[in-house]
Nanobody
Framework: QVRLVESGGGLVQAGGSLRLSCAAS?????????MGWYRQAPGKQRELVAT???????NYAGSVKDRFTISRDNVKNIVYLQMNSLKDEDTAIYYC?????????WGQGTQVTVSS
């Protein structure tokens, strides 16, 4: 069983910054090909925020590009999301995601609330 544990969410004023972390643990015998972040705002569908491959390729949602930065520690199996210039519309539950071979894993989510 693989477990993803997020941390770093909270309440921040608009224009501020937060850093999310997600650590993967458990029966990780194969490399994690993709790690990243999705989010779900109230009344909306879960959407991609950013992902990063083991090889270093990254993918961002257009709404967060140039404000958020994803990074990975492939040795420790940790993924980070540095969020700058936060806006009201970034308020959501942020979920950590990992793909190991053909299986998708999700964390329980961490709340990010941006107040104006």
């Amino acid at each position: 069983q693989v477990r993803l544990v997020e941390s770093g969410g909270g309440l921040v004023q608009a224009g501020g910054s937060l850093r999310l972390s997600c650590a993967a643990s458990g029966n990780i015998f194969s490399s994690i090909s993709v790690m990243g972040w999705y989010r779900q705002a109230p009344g909306k569908q879960r959407e991609l925020v950013a992902t990063g491959t083991r090889g270093g390729a990254t993918n961002y949602a257009g709404s967060v590009k140039d404000r958020f930065t994803i990074s990975r520690d492939n040795v420790k199996n940790i993924v980070y999301l540095q969020m700058n210039s936060l806006k009201d519309e970034d308020t959501a539950i942020y979920y950590c995601y990992a793909k190991i071979i053909l299986t998708d894993y999700w964390g329980q989510g961490t709340q990010v609330t941006v107040s104006s």
